[in-house]
């Protein structure tokens, strides 16, 4: 490009945040959004009606030869990905539904991350491989039907019997859980918090479907029933006792929603302003109204600032930089106009913008549902209180 020459402006990237990307980084982004535009979107409409996701190993196994599951993880099979380039791939699964991203944000952001940094050299060489190709699913049990936000009021308790832990409780709204071939499930123990690695074929271990959801809806959402399951002494995660063992795993895991609710942000925007090109009333397009025009700049402006605040704290995790409080800022800050944005968008599709030929209900629907899990708002509003004020106002 010859000095003094701009480049053309980018509706969808205003910003021209593509620059801050690097060939490999554009390599996942437009696989990962290619493979969503061929296997989940022609479908996922149909899914989120049904409530149902059919295939969804299959879909596991698609993701594992990719390299998306666990691809922040390094050996065992895991990718090795960059930050931003696991943030680029939430993004891309989100946009095409919550539910799909959540599928991979919980196999390797808690379940295989859970493994690879807790676990025994056994326990990663039984577990992470398989799962990283899809070949196992797993899930994180740590919320209980009484105790969510306050996960030190947990209930499921693991006992010691000779060498063997004997499990007793309930975990719930557990993504992934009735088609996990393995749960980490966190439980109070005589000596703390433990971590342990479940196969989901032992006796006495159980995970009913949750039904009559109106989020989340193309994803398996499950409870984990534990009756007395007993298990080996070496299924525990060696490397942790107490709650940092399971924060630290969200801590990621919210990572990758601050990226993911972009995604989710982005399409909704994308169907508004396709749409006000395109809908016409009193004679022009509604694109051509000063308000559908304030609309739209408005979502776009907390749109691609959210993106740079998700690039911030990629370049921050990357340089081992990042605070629980800064993810804490950033997963509040995208989800709520992640909402936003799908709220307005709506107001822009009129009628059309509460069915699934559009989808922007979808997406709303769906992030009503990260708003809360993973942290809800008040819990991440409490984190940053404290980090300015230095008073703790948890208890």
Known sequence: MSAGTLPSFDPRDPLGL?????????????????????????HVADWFERGEVPGIRELARELGSLGALGMSLTGYGCAG????????ACLELEAADSGIRSLMSVQGSLSMYAIHRFGSEEQKQRWLPRMASGEVIGCFGLTEPDHGSD???????AKRDGSDWVLTGRKMWITNGSVAGVAVVWARTDEGIRGFIVPTDEPGFSAPDIKHKWSLRASVTSEL???????????VLPEVTGLRGPLSCLGHARYGIIWGSMGAARSAFEAALDYARDREQFGRPIGGFQLTQ??????????????????????RMAAGRLRPEQVSFGKLNNV?????ICRTSRTILGANGISLEYPVMRHATNLESVLTYEGTVEMHQLVLGKALTGIDAFR
């Open 151 to 157: 996960p030190a009021g947990m209930r499921t308790y």
């Open 81 to 88: 990905a960059g930050p931003i380039q696991y943030g680029l």
């Open 225 to 235: 029933v534990l009756d007395e399951v007993r298990l080996p002494a070496d299924a």
């Open 336 to 340: 709520r106009e992640a909402i936003e």
């Open 294 to 315: 304030a609309k739209l700049a408005d979502m776009a402006l907390e749109l691609h600032k959210g993106i740079l605040l998700a690039h911030h704290l990629g370049r």
């Open 18 to 42: 593509d620059d801050l990307l690097d060939p490999e980084d554009l390599a996942v982004r437009d696989t990962m959004r290619q493979w969503a535009a061929d296997r989940v979107l022609p």
